[in-house]
């Protein structure tokens, strides 16, 4: 037979069970193997005719059963040789492995640190360029509003100053914007998390917008249950509230209706803000909804102009949200859309 000579016989480790029909071992030949005595290997053998199997592993033994007149033979064959090398190779090729996995892992964090270090310091600049920028503008801003304001005085009011006094109000804003948002990259790891009444919090926020409301025929529903608290900075999540709340006022259009509302699920408080939207079918807003929290991002540049916005509300609520270890996600529902922020629940007395 392939890979078998005259001298397998010798160098293998054997032994051989012979049993009846019925089962009952009358013949054992153990002379080619000294790990076992007489009674082992009958043990041995019994059990492996007792559970049907005709080939397999008991303990370091391979057997094999085969029919013969007088009933079965069984063939045990030692491998603990053959397991012991399978074992030494594989922890060899394990040990290769994982010295390979190492040394790959450290290649690519120090290539990865110097080839993302340009990156990460553009992205700094970035940072301050913003943050720089809107604070030397504040003051200029400021003088220009102030001089408006004393021309107005003197020459009394006219389209132009009003224009001025209109556009330095929409800048300053812009300028608070950014400058929050800034203030936000910088110190999303050191967010001061206290535990406050979320409910609350938002009836307070709710309450202004319910005369703006009345005033532009929009219907404002709110379902907030008790009692359901929240962990985070509780300014930072009140002025997240506030924009999407302002957010959907905008754009719930002519005898729109708003909804809010508070629940809890699971460890989390979770806040869904719904305002009616027109679109075609054809319109972009479906497409383009992960996109409504990009910076500077309009759906709609024509409306967001009339309504007075810069695409940065949304931008500032998804960043306080994820400062404060929690989400916000835009989908379409029904003749509208609804934004979910989720926050982590704290439980208040």
Known sequence: MAGLSEESRFVTRYFIARADKDGKIFQLDTGHVAALTSSGAQRLALEVLESGRITGYTGVYKFLVSDRFYGRLVVFLDCRERLGAVGRVLGVSLAIGAGGLVVVFALISIFSRRAIAPVAESIEKQRRFITDASHELKTPLAIISANAEVLGYDCGENEWLTSIQNQTKRLGALI??????????????????????????????????????ITRGLKLHTEINSRIGCRGD??????????????????????????????????????????????????????????LFDRFYRADSSRSRNTGGYGLGLSITRSIAEANKGTITAKLHDEGIVFTVTLPYADVR
């Open 176 to 213: 608070g914007d950014m400058l929050m948002l800034a203030r936000l990259d910088e110190e999303r790891d050191a967010v001061q998390s206290t535990v406050f009444s979320l409910d609350q919090a938002l009836r307070e926020t709710v309450e202004p917008y319910e005369a703006v409301a």
């Open 234 to 291: 509780q300014q930072s999540i009140r002025r997240a509230l506030s924009a999407l709340l302002d957010n959907a006022l905008k754009y719930a259009g002519g005898e729109g209706r708003v909804e809010i509302s508070l629940t809890r699920r699971g460890r989390w408080s979770v806040v869904t803000v719904f305002n009616t939207v027109k679109y075609d079918a054809d319109d972009s807003l479906p497409e383009y909804l992960d996109k």
